[in-house]
């Protein structure tokens, strides 16, 4: 079946690490973003990638950075500059970046800890 | 700037009931709008996605319209099951900027 896989599901991280949340997708889609949900908010988005090596960022993508080396991956490493990491992370994935919008798929996301 | 609100914020209601969410949005240049359903610490679940040009669109028990100029989505549930509890969330496309933008969603809860 076609879809989107992050992992790890849970993820713990220490004062002053980096880590990086992994997201997968073999719906053959050009576009992939990343989005950051906290309780009670709207998600928002840190960086999208239209395409292959290339990509934008979002509106809180301040202490975070991403890789589009392959169509099927965007990983994103959540560095220690990002002061307030603990959050809920998606990934989205379209079938374009630009024009018009078919839809996103979603991961089952990955909870961040810092501990 | 586009902003989604979505009211209410919570819901409750006995099983069987009809009922509809509300979504606005301040910018009516939209090119879709879409609704998706997250049950607690999962991902989103895409339910209905309705085009710029089109009035609504219909999924089983699930109706989603859109009224652009009033910058208005209402999702209706017939029906309604404890299945059906979750929260339910609505995102406008803005095509000039390839963003979608999330309301904070709404909390519903069917009891038996």
């Known amino acids: 079946d076609g879809g989107i896989t992050q992992s790890p599901k849970y993820l713990f991280r220490k004062e002053g690490q980096n880590v990086t949340l992994s997201c997968e997708q073999n719906l053959n889609h050009d576009a992939m973003y990343w989005y950051r949900q906290d309780p009670g908010q709207g998600l928002r988005l840190i960086y999208y990638s239209q395409i292959v090596n290339d990509f934008q960022k979002g509106d809180i993508a301040e202490g975070y950075s991403v890789s589009r080396e392959k169509k099927e991956s965007f990983p994103l490493t959540v560095t220690s500059a990002q002061k307030n990491p603990t959050a809920f992370y998606l990934c989205a994935s379209s079938i374009s970046g630009t024009g018009n919008n078919y839809g996103y798929t979603f991961g089952s996301g990955t909870r961040l800890t810092v501990v | 700037k586009q902003e989604v609100t979505q009211i209410p914020a919570a819901l409750s209601v006995p099983e069987g009931e009809n009922l509809v969410l509300n979504c606005s949005f301040t910018d009516s240049a939209i090119y879709n709008l879409q609704w998706f359903r997250q049950d607690p610490g999962k991902g989103l679940t895409s339910l209905l996605l309705?085009?710029?040009?089109?009035r609504e669109q219909t999924s089983g028990r699930l109706n989603a319209s859109l009224d652009k100029s009033s910058g208005r989505s209402t999702l209706y549930i017939a029906a309604s099951q404890p299945g059906d509890s979750a929260t339910y969330l609505c995102?406008?496309?803005?095509?000039?900027?390839?963003?979608?933008?999330f309301g904070a969603g709404t909390r519903l809860a069917v009891h038996p």
């Open positions: 309705i085009q710029s040009s089109q």
């Open positions: 995102a406008v496309f803005l095509g000039g900027y390839n963003k979608l933008i």
